[in-house]
């Protein structure tokens, strides 16, 4: 068994399960999200969809999400095996379990959490602030894609890793049809973006497979070595590892 595979001693922990489970459920929540905010900026409808149905779901969707966040922070809080930090919850790489991954989560879950706010303050604020906001908002799905995927414990787990690559063509299909519908207005800017948006894809699927896919990942990404010399009290194999 390499090093990097040893960090599972608290691989039992109930608030372990929870804190993988509800990552997991959040990253396809927000996805979802961004699906039905593309489409309800699109104006897709159909006469048994309505398009106020495209926008409340999106609306609930994105709420319940912070939720389903909410209780994964708390739960790896919680759980006594990394040492992260209240602090890290709010303020992004501060944390000194894998600062820059994790520290990537909670810049997703501050982005998330402000267009939360501002939707529920929409009225005080004005539609130009709020959208502002929302755009930017946009932000958190790639960010939580790239902290799941460098901080997670079972990014190596074929059906963990297929997830992630259907959360990503989900939203790739989404926003190329965007585009096909003709925005932005200009049709040399459309073009930019899809060359953008393709050389992210590769660059991404680049850094995976020779990052978190690679042996060695966890020493690399900031796994304190107090952690990385603990043996399992599991196999690793079985359940996944915290590498």
Partial sequence: MTPDLLAVTSAGSPLWYLTRGTGLVALVLLTVSVVLGVASLSRASS??????LTAGLHRFVSLFVVLVLAAHILTAELDTFAPIGWAA???????????????????????????????????????????????LAYLCWPVAVVHGLGTGTDTRLSWVLGLSV????????????????????????????????AAALMVGAAWTVKGPMHTGWARRAGTPHTLLGARPAIPSESLGNRS
């Fill in 47 to 52: 006469p048994a969809w309505p398009r106020f």
């Fill in 89 to 135: 919850v709010v303020v992004p790489f501060r944390s000194p379990y894998r600062p820059i991954w994790l520290g990537l989560g909670t810049l997703s879950f501050d982005l998330l959490a402000a267009l939360a706010l501002t939707s529920l303050l929409r009225e005080r604020i004005g539609y130009r602030a709020w959208r502002a906001v929302h755009w």
């Fill in 166 to 197: 259907a959360c990503v063509a989900a939203v790739v299909v989404a926003a190329i049809w965007r585009l096909a519908q003709g925005w932005p207005a200009d049709a040399s800017t459309r073009v930019v973006l899809g060359a953008l948006g």
